[in-house]
């Protein structure tokens, strides 16, 4: 992972925040999993590795 440590973070009003640096998305948390496989996605497209860091940081934020 980069010096940039991915943030993710469920909001008061039932969003998912992920962030990295200036960079950010905000989503129903009902569609994280969607996110995941969207950011796996665009790294087999564009082979940036930041792609995968934010696919497993989605998955790994705790129930």
């Given at each position: ?27 129903p948390?009902d569609?994280?999993?969607q ?6 996605r665009?790294h087999?497209?564009?082979s ?7 696919a ?8």
């Open positions: 992972m980069s010096a940039e440590k991915i943030k993710v973070e469920r909001l008061e009003n039932g969003r998912v925040s992920v962030r990295k640096g200036t960079w950010s998305d905000v989503f948390e569609r994280r999993e996110w995941a496989a969207w950011y796996e665009m087999v497209e564009y940036y590795l930041g792609y995968l860091d934010m497993k940081a989605l998955r790994d934020l705790p129930e």
